[in-house]
């Protein structure tokens, strides 16, 4: 199972970006995906996920400015961020649910600042 994770930088508050996750090693559209995220000195917390059937959901935190999507035949999961603020700074990761691997991939730094 691999995992690549790839689109952060830096944005100013108020801004977007699109994350991507490349997934390989395992039957992308069977499963579930998610993507999670990791404030400095905070723990991982998953905040949106999309059901191999399609379906969505989403934390409070995120919803109503984030969307989770799939491609199928990429084998990816992208995550479009807008009206970002500093709290969304953190590095984000996706992984399969269930979790098919204990690694994660490497995530990409996400630092919203002006």
């Known amino acids: 199972v691999q995992l690549v994770e790839s689109g952060g930088g830096l944005v100013q508050p108020g801004g977007s970006l699109k994350l991507s996750c490349a997934a390989s090693?395992?039957?992308?559209?069977?499963?579930?995906m998610a993507w999670y995220r990791q404030p400095p000195g905070k723990s991982r917390a998953r905040i949106a996920h999309?059901?191999?059937?399609?379906?969505?959901d989403y934390s409070d935190s995120v919803m109503g400015r984030f969307t989770i999507s799939r491609d199928n035949e990429a084998n990816t999961v992208d995550l479009q961020m807008n009206m970002l603020n500093t709290e969304d700074s953190a590095v984000y990761y996706c992984?399969?649910?269930?979790?098919?691997?204990?690694?994660w991939g490497q995530g990409t730094q996400v630092t919203v600042s002006s």
């Open positions: 999309i059901r191999a059937s399609g379906l969505k």
């Open positions: 090693g395992f039957m992308f559209s069977d499963y579930d």
């Open positions: 992984n399969s649910i269930p979790q098919l691997s204990t690694d």
